[in-house]
T-cell receptor, first 114, second 110 residues
Framework: KAGVTQTPRYLIKTRGQQVTLSCSPISGHRSVSWYQQTPGQGLQFLFEYFSETQRNKGNFPGRFSGRQFSNSRSEMNVSTLELGDSALYLC?????????????FGSGTQLSVL | TQLLEQSPQFLSIQEGENLTVYCNSSSVFSSLQWYRQEPGEGPVLLVTVVTGGEVKKLKRLTFQFGDARKDSSLHITAAQPGDTGLYLCAGAPHDYKLSFGAGTTVTVRA
């Protein structure tokens, strides 16, 4: 069974641009969560989608948005990029949206904002 | 302020030594999870502890859940270079989405 696939692996953007990251979950998984990881801050929860609906949202500005398609694939968009948005963005999938369910992570997209 | 506080932040030891990583919170969790993340990869689940006072062993790794279900520890016996990585604890209070600690970076020198 294929794991969680995130594309692209690396991305370099400049301030003010926007970016779209993609995540394909494990087949059969309907929940996709997004996390931002920076050194010293750990993983900060961005949002979670289940069956195309956003179920939970973390404490991030409105520049961060996402969506989920009918095949469970998810995209995350960041508009008007700031230097502080440089981070590893991780996507995780799970069968359901139960809070303490096991998460399967992708390898992440490393975003650098110059 | 992190919901889950991990200590220490960094740990560097020689191969064969033992180490313990701590995960503490003021909140009660129905369960806590431990993940390990290697450079360039996403975190991988090691174990889930569910019952207060529970001890789980995974080869040389021993995980313990506190009696009050507010804290957990990970103990590695006779560490090996392959144990090097970022260890993360995670919990979901009130079944909200998982919150992660900031992690402990473990380096095992050969």
């Amino acid at each position: 069974k294929a794991g969680v696939t995130q594309t692209p692996r690396y991305l370099i953007k400049t301030r003010g641009q926007q970016v779209t990251l993609s995540c394909s979950p494990i087949s059969g998984h309907r929940s996709v969560s997004w996390y931002q990881q920076t050194p010293g801050q750990g993983l900060q929860f961005l949002f979670e989608y289940f069956s195309e609906t956003q179920r939970n949202k973390g404490n991030f500005p409105g520049r961060f948005s996402g969506r989920q398609f009918s095949n469970s694939r998810s995209e995350m968009n960041v508009s008007t990029l700031e230097l502080g948005d440089s981070a590893l963005y991780l996507c995780a999938s799970s069968l359901t949206a139960i809070g303490n369910e096991k998460l399967f992570f992708g390898s992440g997209t490393q975003l650098s904002v110059l | 302020t992190q919901l889950l506080e991990q200590s220490p932040q960094f740990l560097s030891i020689q191969e064969g030594e033992n180490l313990t990583v701590y995960c503490n919170s003021s909140s009660v969790f129905s369960s806590l999870q431990w993940y390990r993340q290697e450079p360039g990869e996403g975190p991988v689940l090691l174990v889930t502890v569910v019952t207060g006072g529970e001890v789980k062993k995974l080869k040389r790794l021993t995980f313990q859940f506190g009696d009050a279900r507010k804290d957990s520890s990970l103990h590695i016996t006779a560490a090996q270079p392959g144990d090097t990585g970022l260890y993360l604890c995670a919990g979901a209070p009130h079944d909200y989405k998982l919150s992660f600690g900031a992690g402990t970076t473990v380096t095992v020198r050969a």
